[in-house]
């Protein structure tokens, strides 16, 4: 028995799949499997109820408020193929932090103030990553 517990709206069109394998309890080596298509689908009273919901909606709109269409032109803007600026120079603090000495580290031209701890690193390595 296969239950769904967590039904809700947003689930319906999900699709599912389960595998059934059949072996013997002294033997590992599967008999036989097979592969489970289930898509969740609404009951024909949650169906009916939605149609309706939607066409009192489409009702409402057309009777309170009438849209005027108009021409959009498509602006004339270059798309950036790259990353943004932002994660460049996110990217750039990352490696430097990675760079910089660690807490501990007595032989380094480095201000102390500038050594950074493990949790600091393995943030900036996260963030890199």
Do not use: W
Not at 31 to 36: T, W
Not at 107 to 126: D, F, G, I, R
């Amino acid at each position: 028995v296969i239950r769904h517990r967590d039904v809700r709206a947003s689930h319906f069109g999900v699709i599912d799949k389960f595998r059934l394998q059949v072996s013997e309890q002294s033997q590992r080596k599967a008999l036989g499997r097979k592969e489970i298509i289930a898509t969740l689908l609404p009951s024909a009273k949650e169906q009916q109820q939605k149609e309706e919901e939607e066409k009192r909606i489409k009702e409402h709109l057309t009777e309170s408020v009438f849209f005027e269409q108009t021409l959009c032109q498509p602006e004339n803007r270059t798309a950036s193929s790259g990353p943004s600026l932002l994660t460049v120079f996110l990217g750039i603090v990352c490696v430097a932090a990675l760079m910089l000495p660690t807490l501990g580290d007595m032989e380094t031209l480095v201000p102390l103030y500038l050594h950074l701890s493990v949790n600091q690193k393995l943030v900036a390595a996260y963030v890199l990553g």
